[in-house]
């Protein structure tokens, strides 16, 4: 049985809940729990539990009592487990489950499914598949923590991480630009090389259904690494050694009411996530550390405060890639978006971006969607053309106004204000959207194009009341 089907049959047993009003993203955090006692179990890892709060003893349970048990069961799990893993993945547990009889169903439905295959590829591709589908059938919801995986790919390709590398991602969520961090070095490394010199993973989510996630991902994919519940925009990360590597799709949108203190340390202040964020990554970074970062539109053209974050970005770094992303492909959080490419230099370094290149994959390009997936084919032609240095280095052509590849110096982005938000291409998008036939698709870009007004609402309030702060 492929990793495709088991995946479908076990999320198939979702139906079982549908009468009880449970939603797709609560669902995969109950997996999380079934999956985890049943994968020590098939795996030998049954010593990381405690006696009597293992997948048998759930099993073995009679009728009228498996609800109660497992009730009492996660419980232990998240307060007796000796490994902290464990009880980090059970911590403060809450079941969706109502009914005894539905419970007892679903775990039959696990238990009946050929593990032995599944173990031969690896449990954690098929809960990599189970974290795609349900981003796939709750497109809404799941665009929170879940990056197009062919995106992913591509984004770790390019920044070649390596052996002995710390790889970090402040805003985890399930913990994709890791694993497939993890699966790039595997597949250049032998078992031995990767002993001796392993990689050094870094995770950083706020939210708790998406940071047990998270967890029970990586530990799938046997993987080591430190893995915080927090807020990366405040001092629940200052225990993070710096990283040589940072990948992240941050959260969009704006940061308001909040209570908790934020970052002291950050030059520019700002509610803007994406300008938080990315200063942080900036002041993370050690010298010659690299990284790639999913942004929004806005982040490259904002007058004031996002002006002077991007002067000061190409003043500390190296700027020297930008791709323009496909419409489409982010239709959850409601914005076009950007993956930008950079190398610390210095924090006293200035005028270290002489150039910068810009791929276009935005223009005349296909409607993504559902009767169109983005595909890692889509991305090849720009991995090519980015080159084989992940410094931004190699050797590169500029293709000219009829390309997609075209570089721009400093002086001539110094001339537009330092607004990076550069096109020379013809953009399709409006006829793109026209042709948009399935329901879901269409539904997302309408969400689309509301939360996109939103933000740019909450922009305009932020920049009056900055230069209100400015007067008073």
């Given at each position: 049985m492929s990793i495709a089907a088991i995946s479908k049959r076990i999320w198939s047993l979702c139906h079982v809940l549908r009468d009880d009003g449970i939603v797709y993203h609560k669902y995969l955090s109950e997996l999380t729990y079934l999956l985890f006692l049943k994968a020590a179990s098939e795996a030998g890892k049954e010593d990381l539990l405690p006696e009597g709060r293992r997948w048998k003893d759930l099993t073995s349970q009679p009728n009228s009592n498996m609800l109660s048990y497992y009730r009492k069961m996660l419980t232990s799990l998240g307060e007796d487990a000796k490994e902290q893993i464990v009880r980090d993945i059970f911590r403060f547990p809450t079941t969706v489950f109502n009914h005894e009889e539905n419970l007892r169903k679903v775990v039959e439905g696990i238990d009946a499914i050929n593990w032995h295959e599944a173990l031969s590829d690896g449990l954690g591709a098929v809960y990599e598949s189970l974290l795609q589908r349900n981003a796939s059938e709750a497109r809404s919801g799941a665009g929170q923590y879940f990056t197009p995986r062919p995106l992913v790919d591509a984004m770790v390709q390019v920044l070649q991480p390596g052996l002995g590398e710390t790889i970090q991602d402040p805003a985890a969520g399930t913990a994709g630009f890791l694993i497939s961090a993890q699966t790039y070095i595997i597949e250049r490394y032998d078992n031995a090389a990767y002993a001796r010199n392993p990689p050094h993973f870094q995770a950083v989510e706020i939210e708790g259904d998406t940071y047990r996630l998270c967890l029970m991902n990586m530990f799938l994919h046997g993987m080591d690494g430190k893995v915080i519940h927090g807020d990366a925009l405040t001092h629940d990360v200052d225990e993070l050694t710096s990283p040589d590597v940072i990948i992240a799709n941050p959260p969009f949108g704006s940061s308001v009411g909040g209570a908790r203190a934020r970052r002291d340390d950050l030059p520019y202040r700002t509610s803007n996530k994406q300008f938080m964020f990315l200063q942080r990554i900036v002041h993370s970074l050690p010298a010659g550390g690299r990284a790639a970062v999913v942004l929004p539109d806005n982040v490259l053209f904002e007058e004031n405060v996002g002006r002077e974050i991007r002067t000061w970005l190409m003043d500390q770094c190296y700027l020297h890639t930008i791709l323009r992303l496909p419409v489409g492909i982010f239709y959850a959080q409601g914005v076009k978006t950007n993956v930008i490419f950079f190398t610390k230099i210095g924090e006293e370094a200035t005028n270290s971006t002489k150039e910068v290149w810009f791929y276009d994959m935005r223009a005349?390009?296909?409607?993504?969607?559902?009767?169109?997936?983005?595909?890692?084919?889509?991305?090849?032609?720009?991995?090519?053309?980015?080159?084989?240095?992940?410094?931004?280095?190699?050797?590169?052509?500029?293709?000219?106004?009829?390309?997609?590849?075209?570089?721009?110096?400093?002086?001539?982005?110094?001339?537009?204000?330092?607004?990076?938000?550069i096109s020379w291409l013809r953009e399709d998008e409006g006829e793109a959207e026209e042709v948009l036939t399935e329901l879901d698709d269409i539904a997302a870009a309408i969400l689309g194009h509301l939360r996109s007004a939103i933000d740019e609402i909450e922009a305009v309030t932020e920049g009056l009341a900055e230069t209100e702060d400015a007067e008073a």
């Open positions: 005349q390009m296909p409607s993504f969607g559902k009767t169109r997936p983005l595909t890692n084919e889509d991305f090849a032609p720009f991995i090519k053309a980015f080159g084989d240095d992940p410094f931004g280095k190699s050797r590169r052509k500029d293709e000219g106004e009829e390309g997609r590849f075209r570089k721009f110096t400093r002086g001539e982005i110094a001339a537009r204000n330092d607004n990076l938000d």
